[in-house]
């Protein structure tokens, strides 16, 4: 592999078995233990536009996972610089997370887990309030 093939269209071949996941029990399995979140608000809604276009085919609407791929609000890369790694330089294509630095760059990168961190945060709080968070499957 010579990886400039790979991320052109990273949409294309390899999401059409995520996007009809069987519906599992994932909210109750997750622990959500986010970063503090310390992005303004215009950094989070940045990061919301640009993982809804580049993420949340494979990764879940409002970054909730299918159960199919990781959940991202419970990754332990949301307070660790390998998510950069992952998300920019291909660390886990292998298993299938393209690398995405031909599409967006490191500032991107920065607001989009600046978004997911938020998101877990909601959801914890929702959790506590007792009234979960229904799955973007449910659409
Ligand atoms: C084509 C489908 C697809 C798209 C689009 C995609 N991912 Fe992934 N992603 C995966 C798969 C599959 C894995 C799981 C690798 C494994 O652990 O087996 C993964 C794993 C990850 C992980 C590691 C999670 C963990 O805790 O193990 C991160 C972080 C991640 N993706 C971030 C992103 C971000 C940010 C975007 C948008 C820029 C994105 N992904 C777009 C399929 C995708």
Redesign the pocket.
Known sequence: MNGVSVAKS??SS??AA?LTPPPLPVEEKLALNPPASTADPATIARGEQ??GR??A???GESAVGGG???D?R????LGNDF?YE??LNGA?KD????P?KS??DHQD?EA??AY?IHRAHEDKAMKHAGSPVKSALDH
């Open positions: 990273p949409l390899s999401c995520f640009l993982f580049n993420c085919a494979c990764h199919t791929v990781p991202l419970a990754s332990s890369f998510w992952i998300v886990m298993a299938g997370m393209a995405f599409v967006i990168a989009i887990r997911v």
